[in-house]
């Protein structure tokens, strides 16, 4: 069993650039204050660094 993450979003994506929009909707996060739990993989974790600043992530157990 693998942990697992969960991602809030908690800045909006308005006027930012696209690769951090496309980053946005890759981890599912489309709406303002939206909660998804994904899988702790590398990729997931990278994804996350590159919109740390838009985000609240904490990991589940």
Same mark, same amino acid.
């Given at each position: +069993?693998?942990?697992?993450?969960? %991602?809030?979003?908690? *800045?909006? +994506?308005?006027?930012?650039?696209?690769?951090?929009?496309? %980053?946005?909707?890759?981890?599912?996060?489309t709406?303002?204050?939206?909660? %998804?739990?994904?899988e702790?993989?590398?990729?997931?974790?990278? +994804?996350?660094? *590159?919109?740390?600043?838009?985000v609240?992530?904490?990991?589940?157990?």
């Open positions: +069993m693998t942990a697992k993450l969960k %991602v809030t979003l908690r *800045k909006s +994506m308005i006027g930012r650039p696209e690769k951090h929009r496309s %980053v946005l909707r890759g981890l599912g996060l709406k303002l204050n939206k909660t %998804v739990e994904l702790n993989t590398p990729a997931i974790r990278g +994804m996350i660094l *590159k919109v740390l600043h838009l609240e992530a904490e990991e589940i157990k």
